[in-house]
């Protein structure tokens, strides 16, 4: 059974605006059986998004019409696909009161969701950590070296996991190696084998599955998935669930290296 379960619509922000029927159709073409919307959730309001345009996640005011239309479509093409209703849940330390009141109000629309780690925490201060090589590269400058990056990204990921976000907290964690992204361009040697080997243990022992994101061989900053493929052996020896993801913005990238990492 072929799945993607990490797509997002016309609804993110910094997206595309290609039409659902458009991905669906595709989908269908390719021969997958199962797909996830995972459109970024809104923020929390009292959240003062790091990023110039504020575009992390999508308006409050057009989850209506997400839902809406995600039902609609689910519907109409239930007889060649399984299409779910999901969402892209950000972890903000810190924020995790608000995130679980929305996801208490939202969680029974959801079929299916991701939880995912994009903003980190230090000195009260907030980063987006994927926005840009520059934030990037600054931002390890700032915690005093790249391994504390990437420790800190860890630490974070490892508390989305034991977090209380209630019972519609998603189970499936997102890009667990999202650190990676910009890998290339701080010219460090970094061996966080042993650190991902921790995380995933952690996912497994704590009942959660990952999601094996296609979308880093497209960044040539990163040029591997996230997590890295060899990294894959370790989760089959565990029993770790994961469940393949191209973390799409748009049509043309749906199911990116698929076929490379499955063949």
């Known amino acids: 059974m072929k799945k993607d379960g990490h797509i997002h619509t016309p609804f993110c922000p910094h997206g595309s605006k290609d039409a659902l029927e458009h991905y669906v159709e595709k989908a269908i073409a390719c021969h997958f ?139 499936r964690i997102g890009h667990p190696t999202l650190i990676h992204k910009f890998q290339h361009a701080h010219g460090e040697q970094i061996d966080d084998i042993a650190q991902i080997k921790k995380l995933m243990l952690h996912m497994q022992s704590a009942g959660y599955e990952m999601d094996f994101n296609s979308a880093g061989l497209s960044k040539p900053l990163c040029l591997e998935p996230y997590p890295p493929l060899a990294t894959l052996e370790y989760a089959h020896s565990i029993g770790l669930r994961y469940t393949f993801g191209s973390d799409a913005h748009t049509v043309q990238d749906l199911h990116q290296h698929y076929d490379l990492l499955f063949s």
């Open 33 to 171: 059986s199962e797909i996830t919307f995972t459109e970024h959730a809104p923020l929390p309001p009292s959240f003062d998004e790091p990023t110039p345009d504020k575009d992390g996640g999508m308006d409050l005011a057009l989850l209506p019409s997400y839902f809406t239309q995600l039902q609609q479509i689910k519907k109409y093409y239930s007889s060649q696909i399984r299409i779910n209703i999901g969402l892209e849940v950000d972890f903000i330390a810190g924020f995790e009161h608000e995130t679980r009141q929305f996801l208490n109000e939202y969680g029974p629309l959801l079929d299916d969701s991701i939880l995912s780690v994009h903003f980190l925490k230090w000195q009260n201060r907030y980063t987006c950590i994927d926005f840009s090589k520059e934030v990037y590269l600054q931002y390890a400058e700032q915690l005093g070296s790249v391994q504390r990056l990437y420790q800190l990204y860890y630490e974070t990921v490892h508390q989305s996991i034991d977090s209380d976000l209630g019972k519609y907290k998603p189970k």
